[in-house]
């Protein structure tokens, strides 16, 4: 059935097929870079916070948007997807290309306007997404090597917010390693959860290639390195020590969860509410990391 829509309508429905959601999750990271380099607040330096916010939601967006625009004929045939495809709603290829191209621009103006650093890691993750998502080369089927490329964004990500503040240093580039093991783990989880649609497109994402369930438990082992690796950067002192507290608390809520999804099999609806539980605790820890900096 085709969807005809015009004017204001044709708008809305165009705005509507941009994730929001993954853009607020995926403001951690580079804001938390940023907060970490911060220092002193003024209001010149949160104006450029705010600034990177609307710079890296641009960037988000761009990068979804190229993922649902490559991948229309994958997620048309994915029974969890079919009915909230952009095609449904009425919005063709063509029109999400220009949305693309839009963000994009975007973007890469923000980041132009926080500096020459910012704009190079914003490139670097442009280009990144665009080895996943094309179908010219298409990382997104090369097992290990899609994990490599969340691992390498993640770090990249964190310096993002970083750099806006502070020249890149190893103390920024090692608590950017736990953003990075974070966004691997996060990113395992999804291929578990995509994997019975993925094989059926022939997709060849590790969750395929090695199995759901080795899958998940090299994600939850990922998860479990994160929560040590952010322990071990709070006794060096490199983070505030009140999150050896929160992870306390937090890492055997994720592990009882986690035990549960495995318990149930892992089917779609179980991996699901597993991520957006565990997203919840690591909002959670980044909240908790932005308290104890702002309170320094």
């Known amino acids: 059935m085709t969807i005809r829509l015009t004017g204001t309508r044709r708008c809305r429905a165009l705005l509507a097929c941009i994730r929001y959601d993954e853009i607020v999750v995926l403001q951690g990271a580079p804001v938390l870079g940023a907060v970490f380099a911060i220092g002193a607040l003024d209001t010149a330096r949160v104006g ?3 600034l990177l916010v609307l710079a890296n939601a641009a960037l988000v967006a761009h990068v979804f948007l190229l993922n649902d625009w490559a991948g229309i004929e994958h997620d048309s045939r994915d029974p969890a997807r079919a009915s909230r495809v952009f ?9 999400i290309g220009v949305l693309v191209l ?32 094309l179908p010219q080369v298409s990382v997104k089927g090369v097992p290990l090597a899609n994990s490599l490329l969340h691992f390498v964004t993640g770090v990249l990500h964190f310096l993002m917010g970083y750099a806006v503040y502070r020249e890149i240093d ?7 390693l736990f ?21 059926r497109n022939g997709i060849r994402t590790n969750a395929v290639c090695f199995g759901r369930r080795a899958c998940f438990l090299v994600a939850f082992g990922l998860f479990t390195l994160a929560n040590a690796l952010l322990v071990a950067l709070a006794l060096q002192g490199r983070v505030p020590d009140a999150l050896v507290a929160v992870v ?21 609806v179980s991996v699901r509410r597993l991520q957006v539980r565990y997203r919840v605790l690591y909002a959670g820890i980044g909240l908790a990391m932005v308290t104890s900096l702002l309170l320094v």
Not at 170 to 176: D, E, K, N
Not at 248 to 268: D, I, K, M, N, S
């Open 48 to 50: 450029l916070l705010m």
């Open 87 to 95: 095609l449904q709603r009425g919005i063709s290829r063509r029109e």
């Open 102 to 133: 839009l963000t994009l621009v975007l973007s890469m103006a923000g980041l132009a306007w926080l500096g020459r650093t910012p704009l190079l890691l914003g490139l670097l993750l442009m280009m990144a997404s665009a080895l996943y998502s």
């Open 170 to 176: 190893a103390g920024g580039a090692v608590i950017g």
């Open 179 to 199: 953003f990075a093991v974070v966004f691997s783990a996060g990113h395992l989880t999804q291929e578990v959860r995509d994997a019975e649609a993925d094989a």
């Open 248 to 268: 306390a608390l937090a890492y055997p809520v994720h592990a009882f969860w986690t035990w549960q999804a495995l318990r149930e099999g892992l089917p779609h």
